[in-house]
T-cell receptor
Framework: GAGVSQSPRYKVAKRGQDVALRCDPI?????LFWYQQALGQGPEFLTY????????KSGLPSDRFFAERPEGSVSTLKIQRTQQEDSAVYLC????????????FGPGTRLTVT | QKEVEQNSGPLSVPEGAIASLNCTYS??????FFWYRQYSGKSPELIMS????GDKEDGRFTAQLNKASQYVSLLIRDSQPSDSATYLC??????????FGDGTTLTVKP
């Protein structure tokens, strides 16, 4: 079956621009996660949804970061007024939830802020 | 101190040998433990999950968990050059976020 998809795969933004990153989870997966991965490091948690409810946003680094999942399926991570330190790979993962905790990752979006 | 610690490596083993990857974690409330493989330029791929103390085997992979020692490991038997990758350990306290280590880079030499 289809895995997690993300778009765009690559994004170059000028400092100060807003960007929107999309994640399409595996069909039927209740939980959706966003992570940020810097080069040479493990993924860092940003935020988590169960259906349309955002249950944990403790990892969002600033109020410039905003995520939504309005219909409990596709999710968008928005970054306002991008800064150079936002350059990273943004990973989306989904899991079945309901006592099934394995997370499956999409290919990621590589964001470069110039 | 990071919540999840892994030796960064690189770990180099000859083809056919056993590769042993280790991970320690700090949160005693952790309940779910995962190993991911990440090839350069790719996203993490789940290879093993383990939830209770002991060993769990899947093909050439064996995950071992010791909650008392807050230690989880991954053994790869009959290592192949295609196993060369970064291996990420991830730990979760519930069905929510996972906390990842920075990974161990494994190189399997033909």
């Amino acid at each position: 079956g289809a895995g997690v998809s993300q778009s765009p795969r690559y994004k170059v933004a000028k400092r100060g621009q807003d960007v929107a990153l999309r994640c399409d989870p595996i069909s039927g997966h209740v939980s959706l996660f966003w992570y940020q991965q810097a080069l040479g490091q493990g993924p860092e948690f940003l935020t988590y949804f169960q259906n349309e409810a955002q249950l944990d946003k403790s990892g969002l680094p600033s109020d410039r970061f905003f995520a939504e999942r309005p219909e409990g399926s596709v999710s968008t991570l928005k970054i306002q007024r991008t800064q150079q330190e936002d350059s990273a790979v943004y990973l989306c993962a989904s899991s079945l939830g309901q006592n099934s905790y394995e997370q499956y990752f999409g290919p990621g979006t590589r964001l470069t802020v110039t | 101190q990071k919540e999840v610690e892994q030796n960064s490596g690189p770990l180099s083993v000859p083809e056919g040998a056993i590769a042993s990857l280790n991970c320690t974690y700090s949160d005693r409330g952790s309940q779910s433990f995962f190993w991911y493989r990440q090839y350069s330029g790719k996203s993490p791929e789940l290879i093993m999950s383990i939830y209770s103390n002991g060993d769990k085997e899947d093909g050439r992979f064996t995950a071992q968990l010791n909650k008392a020692s807050q230690y989880v490991s991954l053994l790869i038997r009959d290592s192949q050059p295609s196993d060369s990758a970064t291996y990420l350990c991830a730990v979760s306290t519930n069905a929510g976020k996972s906390t990842f280590g920075d990974g161990t880079t494994l190189t399997v030499k033909p």
